[in-house]
């Protein structure tokens, strides 16, 4: 087999050095604000984003790479690849799957696989890395993609935010939830399921809803070899006392910490952190 090329788009949030060591290409998602476009993660960086999400009273609009984005990328790794495995949001969070879907479609050469990674964020990373893993060994791109949507349906992600209001704005959770979540000062721990954020439990300071992370990863993962991402927020100082305590209590196969990136930011605001994960059986 011929070398595979492995596509996703920013809302990963994988670091740039996984990126550029599994030879990852990532196609920008758009952030619209105050009449300007940016490339996420390339014309704004996650630090500019959380310092103007704090000092704007008008929120960012966010839309999904075009299918002449993807076109692009595909006919650019189309001479070197027998096949191109890209793997995006789900199509309830997102017009990137379809996009994506379309413009393989119009690709002659190269194959092109487009991969559903039922999951988000870090999460969706977590399953892009599998999937390089598994092409650099070699594995057949239909097992790959067979692979990567057995994961990602198996993928958890919990979050704690400090505002609800991001994700209400953004369409994300219910009313009740936002204004229970606002008016008692919580920091909601939050989980996606099917495409939204649910409310997983009401912690009211930071502090406990960074121990209810761990008590969470501890149900779930117990005993069993996992791979996990930490993702923060503008909330660095958090995310590392969590990969420390992660690092010392679970068997890691891969440990790692991201920001969110500008487009996810957006949605979530800054001082989120939270835990993507899944177990080998």
Not at 2 to 27: F, H, M, W
Not at 175 to 180: E, K, N, R, V
Request: hydrophobic letters at 45%; one cysteine or more; charged letters at 20%.
């Amino acid at each position: 087999m011929g070398k595979i090329a492995i596509v996703t788009d920013s809302s990963a949030n994988l670091p740039e050095e996984l990126v550029r060591e599994y030879e990852i290409t990532v196609v920008p998602i758009y952030l619209y604000w105050n009449g300007v476009t940016y490339r996420d993660g390339v014309d704004i960086s996650p630090r500019e984003l959380y310092r103007r999400l704090k000092e704007s009273t008008v929120l960012p609009k966010t839309s999904a790479p075009s299918v002449g984005d993807f076109l692009k990328t595909y006919l650019s790794l189309a001479p070197q690849a027998e096949a191109i495995i890209s793997i995006h949001l789900p199509p309830t969070l997102s017009a990137t799957y379809e996009a994506a879907r379309t413009a393989a479609q119009m690709v002659e050469g190269a194959k092109v696989y487009v991969a559903n990674a039922h999951t988000a964020a870090a999460g969706q990373g977590l399953v892009v890395l599998e999937a390089a893993r598994l092409a650099r060994q070699g594995i057949d791109p239909e097992s790959i993609v067979k692979r990567v949507e057995e994961i990602g349906q198996r993928t958890h992600i919990f979050a704690f935010l400090s505002t609800l209001k991001y994700l209400y704005f953004g369409g994300r959770i219910g009313l009740a939830s936002a204004l229970l979540g606002s008016a008692l000062q919580l920091c909601p721990v939050l989980y996606l399921r099917d495409g939204i954020a649910d409310v997983w439990s009401k912690p009211r300071t930071r502090s406990k809803a960074l121990q209810e992370l761990l008590k969470i990863a501890e149900q779930k993962i117990g005993n069993r070899r996992v791979h996990i991402a930490v993702m923060h927020g503008d909330a660095l100082e958090d995310a590392l006392y969590l990969k420390e305590e992660i690092s010392r209590r679970f068997d890691c196969a891969e440990l790692f910490v991201t920001e969110f990136t500008p487009v996810m930011g957006a949605h979530t605001g800054p001082g989120l952190v939270g835990i993507a994960f899944w177990c080998e059986e």
